[in-house]
């Protein structure tokens, strides 16, 4: 697969914008802090509607009033993620690849969506029953401490490539 990988990679890794991410000494850290907020954004939106869905907070508002207005927030802020990740990747693409714990970081991303995917097609089809309760249903509850356990782990998984790397 990585010699599929390679000459995307290479593509990416040798472009003028990688480079000067790569050489300039204010370009990335820019972009990381860019990163770092973005991914705040995120994750506190989605706290704040999983801990809804676990009963703990905000139990007298609706869910589905909640998600309408944390949900703009959270896709906002993931694309500026993305976008910056995507920047901060192609600085130096090879040794984020060669990365377990930047790996590790795609994979949970993929799982929290593919969590979110199940919780709104299957455990949310029923929504308006249920919404308004303070303790939600039980596949709805375990959507939202599996969400939460997901994005502690790509947070994590994030810190740990900063202290993983072997930049030259």
Request: net charge neutral; charged share 10%.
């Amino acid at each position: 697969m990585m010699s599929q990988l390679s000459d995307p990679v290479a593509f990416f890794e040798d472009s003028g914008i990688a480079q000067a991410i790569r050489e300039s000494d204010t370009l990335f850290p820019f972009i990381e802090s860019v990163h770092v907020v973005a991914i705040c954004l995120v994750v506190g939106s989605i706290l704040a509607l999983d801990l809804r869905l676990l009963g703990l907070a905000s139990v007298e508002r609706p869910v589905g009033r909640l998600a309408n207005a944390v949900l703009p927030v959270t896709w906002s802020a993931f694309a500026i993620a993305a976008t910056s990740g995507f920047l901060l990747f192609i600085s130096n693409a090879t040794k984020y690849l060669a990365n377990g714990y930047f790996d590790a970081k795609i994979i949970l991303i993929c799982a929290a969506g593919l969590n979110m995917i199940v919780f709104h097609a299957i455990g949310a089809k029923d929504m308006p029953q249920w919404e308004k309760q303070a303790q939600p249903p039980l596949p709805a509850r375990l959507a939202g401490a599996l969400s939460i356990l997901l994005w502690i782990a790509v947070v994590a998984c994030g810190r740990w490539i900063g202290f993983t790397m072997q930049v030259l």
